[in-house]
C-alpha cells in the first residue's frame, strides 16, 4: 500500500531554515514526484513545489522560489523540504504527497502523509 | 491567494444533496483537470475526485465531479455527518505554473 511517513514536528525561530523529510513506499518511486502541500492556522491549503522521483527536476511556487529547496534520496525513497529565513507566517503543518507532473502541468496529490506542524516564534 | 473561488459555506439537511462550486479561468480550470479534496482536523487532504471526474476506487459514489469551461463542481449526495469537512478544488495554473487550490467550502449537515 502506499504511504508517506513525515518527520516530527518542528519549533524554529525566525530566520532559522527547517527540513521536514517524507518516507515513501509501496509505489515505484520513480513514476510519481513528490509535493509539498501547507496550510497555515485558519488558512487553506497551498502548493509550494514538487520534484520528480524519477531525475529530480523541481517546480516551485514563485512564492517559494529562493527560499524553498526540495531533494530526494533515491537509495532511501525520502523526499526532503528545505525552507530557510523562516517567518512566523511560515508556521502551517505541511504535507507532502504522491504527484505525477509532467513537462507540462501537474495533476494533484493522490495520497498524503500525515502533515508535520512547524511553529516559527521568538 | 487563491486564484479559484468557491463559496465559503454551503450546508443541507442529513440525506440531501450539496454542490459546491470551484470558480477558474481559462488558464486553470479551463484547460487543466480538476480535483477535489476533501479536508478534516487534523488529517491530510483526502483525495475525492480526480481528472475532473473520475474517483478513486475507494470514494463512495455519493461524491461526483464535473467541469465546464472556467468552473468546476462537486456534488455529495445523501449527505451525512461524516461528510462535515472543507473541501478544496485544485488544478494547474498555466500562466502560474503552479498548482493552485480553492479558497475553501465548510460543509455543515444540519
Known amino acids: 500500500q502506499v504511504q508517506l511517513v513525515q518527520s516530527g514536528a518542528e519549533v524554529k525561530k525566525p530566520g532559522a531554515s527547517v527540513m521536514v523529510s517524507c518516507k515513501a513506499s509501496?509505489?515505484?518511486?520513480?513514476?510519481?514526484?513528490v509535493s509539498w502541500v501547507r496550510q497555515a492556522p485558519g488558512q487553506g491549503l497551498e502548493w509550494m513545489g514538487w520534484i520528480s522521483g524519477y531525475n529530480g527536476d523541481t517546480k516551485y511556487a514563485q512564492k517559494f522560489q529562493g527560499r524553498v529547496t526540495m531533494t530526494t534520496d533515491t537509495s532511501t525513497g525520502t523526499t526532503y523540504m528545505h525552507l530557510r529565513s523562516v517567518r512566523p507566517d511560515d508556521t502551517a503543518v505541511y504535507y507532502c504527497?504522491?504527484?505525477?507532473?509532467?513537462?507540462?502541468?501537474?495533476?494533484?496529490?493522490?495520497?498524503g502523509g500525515q502533515g508535520t506542524l512547524v511553529t516559527v516564534s521568538s | 491567494q487563491s486564484v479559484l473561488t468557491q463559496p465559503p459555506s454551503v450546508s443541507a439537511t442529513s440525506g440531501r444533496e450539496v454542490t459546491i462550486s470551484c470558480s477558474g479561468t481559462?488558464?486553470?480550470?479551463?484547460?487543466?483537470?480538476v480535483a477535489w479534496y476533501q479536508k478534516k482536523p487534523g488529517t491530510g487532504p483526502k483525495l475525492l475526485i480526480y481528472e475532473s471526474d473520475k474517483r478513486p476506487s475507494e470514494i463512495p459514489d455519493r461524491f461526483s465531479g464535473s467541469k465546464s469551461g472556467t468552473s468546476a463542481t462537486l456534488g455529495i449526495t445523501g449527505l451525512q455527518t461524516g461528510d462535515e469537512a472543507d473541501y478544496y478544488c485544485?488544478?494547474?495554473?498555466?500562466?502560474?505554473?503552479?498548482?493552485?487550490f480553492g479558497t475553501g467550502t465548510k460543509v455543515t449537515v444540519l
Open positions: 481559462s488558464s486553470s480550470i479551463e484547460n487543466n483537470h
Open positions: 504527497g504522491r504527484e505525477f507532473c509532467d513537462s507540462a502541468r501537474c495533476y494533484g496529490v493522490d495520497y
Open positions: 485544485g488544478t494547474w495554473d498555466s500562466s502560474l505554473s503552479a498548482y493552485v
Open positions: 509501496g509505489y515505484t518511486l520513480t513514476t510519481y514526484g
